[in-house]
């Protein structure tokens, strides 16, 4: 076995360390397993949300993005820390304060409950089954994108990476529940971020700083280093406010929104949001800068001729340049990295899952602590098939994912932190609007000048509004989130 192999697998032994470490701290009851009894320190959860919102789409997508787009992909980036902002200062307090006040263990029994506690059992069974669809494939998408990575690297069979990934999973979220998800995401996070700096401190004493690498870009090709974006058909305006809602679009993940479920209090969530960022903003740097050091080091990656060949390839621009720049012990700890990446994703995901099944679909189970258990091991066991036959592409499924999501839970979210939840009726409408908007922009190729979350979202909200100052939606919708 190669010194990497070693010092990759050493990692992965920590992590699987600290989740079933976690499991002396749990509590044998359904809360416990899935919102941690919602006891979870601030900068604990906040480490574990970097984690999880930071997953192979910024180790590998905006890297990718970045070395085939240049100093653009900054736009991306800046757009959506703001809508991440956005989301931490006005959505993430109240989430914690109804989720605790209303006793909800999962985001569609947030979303489904009114201000009694009574839930609206349509909207709980079609926000649920939209989180096993979507967040199920997401959670195969970051699989196959840790078995993909292994696989470019070690030459190990896809398999056995995507299964490597499971097994680990399933071992520390069955020995301790979202705890365990949120403790190693923490000690993920932290061995992602070093392994950043380490590969940008070599590649900056090759390279230099960044007026050696603008220089560098340029006599590479001048687009590289144009800040204006060039596929904004819509406007810069609206091009960076869709990349804004995208970083909002956080808000419809239930997988992020579970950790501020989980925090000790409503309070806590402004110190959280403080660690979260002093940890994401470094990390949004440091993942541009490995595109742009890449495009210098690495030009050879855009050989190919096929447009799936160069996404394909651009997207290994971070494996790729530690494979040539690091010594093989610093190559393990990079790999850990991005195996890292993608396993504090799917976690998670797997865990919100688990809820909506037995939370939200099944409710006769809400209280069984080992029906949750059983379901995050099938759960686990439907994503691995998933990754092992999907044959679509790891970012177009997380991309629709999260778009998905944002567009159809958002907006819903959004209403629930103001005090409403809408009718069966209504919530069902908003949906149909989110999704179709959604997809209907990707089909019509829009994407390109306005990222489909901001219309995804925007529809459903203003169908809510209309449908209230027509009187087809009344005020028995309406109930105080204080």
């Known amino acids: 076995m190669t010194v990497q192999a070693i010092s990759f697998l050493t990692f992965l032994l920590l992590f699987l360390g600290v989740g079933i470490a976690s499991a002396r701290k749990r509590q044998s009851t359904t809360e416990d397993y899935l919102v941690a009894s919602r006891k979870v320190h601030p900068w604990l959860a906040a480490l574990s949300s970097v984690a999880t919102n930071n997953s192979g789409f910024m180790f590998i997508g905006l890297a990718g993005f970045t070395y085939r787009a240049g100093i653009q992909g900054v736009w991306l980036q800046v757009g959506w820390v703001i809508g991440d902002y956005l989301a931490w200062q006005f959505v993430h307090g109240p989430v914690r304060e109804i989720s605790g006040r209303l006793d909800a263990n999962s985001v569609p029994a947030l979303l489904s409950r009114d201000g009694k506690g009574n839930?609206?059992?349509?909207?709980?069974?079609?926000?649920?089954?939209?989180?096993?669809?979507?967040?199920?494939?997401?959670?195969?998408a970051q699989l196959k994108a840790g078995a993909t990575t292994l696989h470019?690297?070690?030459?190990?069979?896809?398999?056995?990476?995507?299964?490597?990934?499971?097994?680990?999973?399933?071992?520390?979220?069955?020995?301790?529940?979202?705890?365990?998800?949120?403790?190693?995401?923490?000690?993920?996070?932290?061995?992602?971020?070093?392994?950043?700096?380490?590969?940008?401190?070599?590649?900056?004493?090759q390279v230099g700083g960044p007026t050696e690498v603008a220089a560098q870009l340029e006599r590479?090709?001048?687009?590289?280093?144009?800040?204006?974006?060039?596929?904004?058909?819509?406007?810069?305006?609206?091009?960076?406010?869709?990349?804004?809602?995208?970083?909002?679009?956080?808000?419809?993940?239930?997988?992020?929104?579970?950790?501020?479920?989980?925090?000790?209090?409503?309070?806590?969530?402004?110190r959280a949001r403080r660690v979260y960022f002093l940890w994401f903003i470094p990390f949004s740097i440091l993942a541009v800068s490995v595109g742009l050091y890449a495009r210098i080091l690495l030009p050879d990656l855009m050989s190919t001729t096929t447009a799936a060949g160069v996404a394909a390839t651009a997207e290994n621009a971070l494996p790729e340049m530690s494979q040539r720049l690091l010594p093989d012990l610093l190559v393990g700890l990079s790999l850990a990295g991005v195996f890292a990446a993608t396993l504090s994703t799917a976690d998670s995901q797997l865990l919100s899952c688990s809820a909506a099944i037995n939370q939200d679909l099944f409710p006769r189970w809400r209280d069984s602590y080992t029906a949750s258990k059983i379901g995050t091991l099938s759960l686990t066991g439907v994503a691995l098939m998933i990754a092992l036959t999907a044959r679509e592409g790891v970012f177009e499924l997380v991309l629709t994912a999260w778009s998905a999501l944002g567009a159809t839970i958002g907006p819903l979210i959004i209403l629930r932190v103001l005090g409403i939840?809408?009718?069966?009726r209504t919530s069902a409408a908003m949906i149909v609007v989110g999704l179709a908007t959604v997809f209907g922009w990707r089909a019509a190729g829009l994407s390109g000048g306005v990222y489909e979350v901001l219309p995804g979202m925007l529809l459903p909200i203003l169908l809510y509004g209309g449908l209230r100052l027509t009187g087809i939606e009344g005020e028995r919708a309406v109930s105080s989130a204080s």
């Open 152 to 205: 470019s690297l070690f030459g190990w069979d896809m398999s056995v990476g995507a299964i490597l990934g499971a097994v680990l999973v399933a071992a520390y979220c069955f020995s301790g529940g979202i705890r365990a998800s949120i403790w190693t995401d923490a000690v993920q996070s932290v061995v992602m971020l070093i392994s950043l700096l380490v590969l940008i401190g070599v590649a900056a004493w």
């Open 421 to 424: 939840v809408p009718s069966n």
């Open 220 to 270: 590479i090709d001048p687009e590289l280093v144009m800040l204006a974006p060039t596929g904004a058909s819509f406007g810069v305006a609206l091009y960076l406010l869709g990349f804004v809602a995208g970083g909002l679009g956080a808000i419809g993940q239930p997988h992020i929104l579970i950790r501020s479920m989980s925090i000790k209090s409503t309070a806590d969530i402004k």
């Open 119 to 140: 839930a609206r059992r349509l909207t709980a069974i079609i926000t649920a089954v939209l989180t096993l669809f979507f967040l199920g494939g997401y959670a195969a």
